[in-house]
């Protein structure tokens, strides 16, 4: 038979539930071997002594990541029907070649690089990702923090779906690409060799990404490879050491729902109070970085009104 790689057959919506036990649980396989190297970096943390670790943000880590486990198993297959809806309409349908893994990863990072980006340039979708970024300490527990409703994002994803991947090889990938994520979240690797720097997105990479320095701030969105950053201008390289956390960090650490919706609290907060349509829309659209300013120069303001009255 000759080989061919589009023009495979639709998915018969009433296959659905073979189809989803033919799709590995590869998070929940690797789950164990997560937890196990958590341990060992915090039990070598304890014996050097070292402030990697803050018991009330591990805590909240651990709960966020349990919450978003089981917030992913719950949409699991309802975002499987609109992935083969997806693909029953397209005539470039590819068949199930797990070579097609290679391109579709490639392709998936390259848009997972732009929702990252969006994610930090409008509150909105800052909102389904800040929580990744309110821990004031870096290591393993904070590839846990994912956000509860980060699955809004899939539509930043649809262009991928439109190609013609098959919806096992799309939900691998996606699977593939969280676990990635996982060992850059340390203190514990610092430089690579150069090549693997230039790349992919490395700890050290990644620990700028985190950092609350101007300098260091919407910096290296790249989630596997870091070229994207430097094609895109957004690259920057760990220089100077990162402090942790957001400009304006959480007081309630281990309360996950307080971590996952802080920020869509303040927002609905300040659409409230703000005046003017174009006012709120720009709590809600606006530049997280730009908001902040702004709070900041309205507070300053309303205190010199207050001395002035005094």
Not at 20 to 45: D, G, H
Not at 52 to 58: A, C, G, L
Not at 98 to 107: D, E, F, S
Not at 151 to 157: D, G, Q, V, W, Y
């Amino acid at each position: 038979m000759p080989f061919s790689l589009f023009g495979a057959d639709k998915i018969p919506f009433d296959s659905i539930h073979n189809l989803e036990k033919n799709i590995p649980n590869i998070i929940v396989w690797a789950v164990p071997v997560m937890l196990l190297f958590t341990a060992i970096e915090m039990a070598v943390t304890y014996y050097q002594e070292r402030d990697f670790y803050e018991k009330k943000e591990t805590i909240g880590s651990i709960l966020v990541g349990l919450g978003n486990l089981v917030v992913s198993a719950a949409l699991k297959l309802g975002l499987l029907y609109l992935c083969i809806w997806v693909y029953n309409l397209l005539p470039w349908r590819m068949e199930l070649q797990w070579w097609t893994l290679v391109p579709c990863y490639i392709i998936y990072d390259f848009f997972s690089y732009w929702a990252h980006r969006v994610s930090h340039e409008q509150r909105f979708w800052w909102a389904t990702h800040v929580v990744h970024h309110s821990s004031e300490h870096y290591n393993l527990t904070v590839s846990y923090r994912l956000s509860w409703i980060q699955h809004l994002k899939i539509i930043f994803f649809l262009p991928v779906a439109f190609m013609g991947f098959h919806p096992v090889i799309f939900f691998v990938t996606n699977q593939l690409a969280v676990l990635f994520q996982f060992w850059v979240h340390t203190e514990y690797i610092r430089r690579m060799p150069a090549w693997v720097e230039y790349i992919f997105a490395t700890p050290s990479n990644h620990r700028v990404h985190h950092g609350s320095q101007e300098k260091y701030i919407d910096k290296n969105f790249g989630a596997t490879f870091i070229f994207w950053d430097r094609i895109f201008g957004t690259f920057q390289p760990e220089e100077e050491p990162v402090i942790y956390g957001i400009t304006t960090n959480i007081p309630n650490k281990a309360n996950p729902f307080f971590i996952n919706f802080h920020e869509l609290t303040d927002m609905v907060n300040d659409v409230r109070n703000a005046r003017g349509f174009r006012k709120k829309l720009f709590y809600i659209f606006g530049s997280p970085v730009k908001i902040a300013e702004e709070k900041k120069r309205l507070t300053e303001q309303e205190l010199a009104e207050e001395r002035m009255a005094a």
